[in-house]
């Protein structure tokens, strides 16, 4: 049987649950267990993919096609192994069927309560992961704070789970707040006690407290916090601020969480945590040997999280690469043909992000089109490819008024269309084109140098597409179809012969980077840019030279 952790948080949000409920898995994974990690999101929304990416991040999206919460992509991150719906739960969700239960009969004409049928379907979906035995160890990380009244039935099925379990086969983890109080040059404790004690009214008590802080915590100081929330001295850990996530997991292996865990669940602690790939990752991040400056042009640039899987890739990628990625956000609404060049002059490659509706389209249109026609590196993802399409039809094969019929129903070149199994779609929640698709790369083509490969698979985000009635001009112009679906016929990727890297995809490459294994076009586009960045050095210098002589 699966041993079961818990993660909850206190005294605010954003803490980082995700980061270290993914530290933690890193660990226990890196000593040989099977672990699997699942988000349970306390909001009434079924799933977040109708959810602004200004309210809630990124939706992500896994292989079988769930549109989940962006913690699920630190998971797959840390963990190099692919996540499922089973791994994100939210309230709507277990709302939604506990109702089509009733309505079935299910409960036998029985009043339908919180307790016990709403907390009955979150354990049963708690626990179905650990039940076909591919995993030792299953971490539940809780969304929200300890406090919050939409988390109480998530803390309350907690509480019956420790009861049924047993001790050494349920634990429960508690991220909370140190302050530092600069007045007073002092960290405080107050509001973790407050934090344990709420959860402790709840009927739950954490076996181990992990201290988000700015400053070190002395001894005395873990000793005051294992005191007044009656846990042992050396189940207060210590999480300071660290320059990148992927530091985590070696800070927490320093504060011996791997160890508190397994001790307390009675699991053998004898086997060190295999790193040595994770230490090298870091050590290419730390220390790189170049930089380049990339431009994220998107329409949610205010939220970082929104592209938050894009910007991680981006690490990965630089990593590998051993060159250090500078990412410049520029917002799409605000460029136009006038200031293009004076806003992407000094970039040394351009990516064009996915997104939805009309608003900045020309202005990514417009960046495209300076991407082309000066050799800068340029990589467009879904609406980003869609966009490279519509740039090509207009300024290349002159059809001045191409869109796509998203921004433009009524346009006389749609070389972007809806797809067809979408035209009779109305309701909008995980009704998309979604998941791992397969995708046949053309031989010889820069896609399939990329990838090393003629047959890849791919996740998908979207209800628009090539439109195929256009590809035979569009090609005989010049732009390829390096990459097509091989039963719909859909244009998975297109390129640009000639150009030091000119490259779009339908899907989402970012969503399947991972430490151990960076997406390969990300790895490419930085190469490309790191390429172009040394041009361009050179030439400077070359120029300087002249000007001295």
């Not at 307390?264 to 295999?274: G, Q, S, T």
């Not at 399939?448 to 490969?453: F, L």
């Not at 112009?477 to 012969?497: D, F, Y």
Request: charged residues 25%; contains cysteine.
């Amino acid at each position: 049987m699966a041993k079961y952790i818990f993660v909850t948080g206190g005294v605010t949000s954003s803490l980082g649950k995700g980061i270290i409920a993914a530290s933690l898995a890193k660990l226990l994974q890196a000593r040989g267990f099977r672990v699997t990690i699942q988000k349970f999101d306390p909001y009434i929304n079924v799933d977040p993919g109708t959810l602004n990416p200004y309210e809630h991040g990124e939706c992500y999206v896994t292989e079988d096609g769930a549109e989940t919460d962006l913690d699920l992509g630190h998971y797959e991150r840390f963990l190099n192994t692919p996540t499922s719906q089973a791994n994100n739960v939210t309230t709507g969700r277990i709302y939604q069927t506990v109702i089509n239960k009733e309505r079935e009969g299910a409960y036998l004409g029985k009043t339908v309560q919180v307790i016990p049928h709403i907390t009955d379907e979150i354990k049963r979906r708690i626990l179905l992961l650990g039940k076909d035995g591919r995993y030792d160890i299953v971490i539940t990380e809780l969304g929200g704070t300890v406090g919050d009244i939409e988390s109480l039935p998530y803390i309350e099925a907690v509480r019956q789970l420790q009861w049924e379990l047993g001790e050494e086969d349920c634990l429960v983890v508690h991220l909370t707040l140190i302050p530092y109080l600069r007045a007073a040059k002092e960290l405080k404790t107050k509001p973790t006690q407050h934090s344990v004690r709420l959860l402790s009214e709840y009927g739950v008590h954490p076996d181990i407290i992990v201290c988000r802080t700015e400053e070190p915590m002395y001894r005395d100081l873990k000793k005051k916090i294992a005191l007044f929330c009656n846990v042992q001295v050396d189940a207060v850990i210590e999480a300071n601020d660290v320059p990148t996530i992927y530091e985590v997991p070696l800070e927490m292996m320093r504060e011996k969480l791997d160890v508190s865990v397994l001790k307390r669940l009675n699991l053998p602690v004898e086997k060190e945590p295999e790193l040595v790939k994770w230490r090298e990752f870091l050590d290419k991040l730390k220390y790189p040997k170049s930089k380049v400056t990339i431009g994220l042009i998107g329409k949610y640039v205010e939220l970082q999280d929104a592209y938050k899987s894009i910007l991680e890739s981006f690490i990965h990628a630089g990593s590998l690469n051993e060159c250090k990625v500078i990412v410049q956000n520029i917002h799409s609404e605000h460029i136009t043909p006038e200031n293009v060049c004076e806003k992407l002059k000094n970039l040394d490659g351009l990516l064009v992000a996915p997104g939805f509706g009309h608003r900045g389209i020309e202005g990514k249109i417009t960046a495209i089109q300076y991407a082309r026609e000066n050799n800068l590196p340029f990589f467009g993802i879904c609406l980003g490819m869609q966009m490279s399409v519509v740039e090509f039809a207009r300024n290349v094969l002159g059809w001045k008024d191409a869109h796509s019929v998203e921004m433009n129903p009524d346009t006389a070149h749609p070389v972007i269309n809806l797809m067809e199994e979408q035209k009779k779609v109305t309701a909008k929640g995980g009704t998309m084109r979604l998941g791992a698709y397969a995708c046949e790369l053309r031989a010889g083509s820069r896609a399939a140098e990329i990838y090393g490969a003629t047959a890849i698979s791919e996740r998908h985000r979207h209800r628009y597409e090539f439109n195929n009635e256009y590809l035979e001009a569009i090609e005989k112009a010049g732009m390829i179809p390096s990459g097509k679906n091989p039963e719909s016929g859909l244009v998975e990727m297109i390129e640009i012969p000639g150009h030091p890297f000119f490259v779009g995809s339908q899907f989402h490459p970012e969503l399947k980077s991972t430490v151990e294994s960076p997406a390969p076009l990300f790895v490419s586009f930085i190469k490309a840019a790191k390429q172009y960045a040394e041009s361009k050095n050179g030439k400077s210098k070359m120029a300087e030279e002249k000007i001295s002589q």
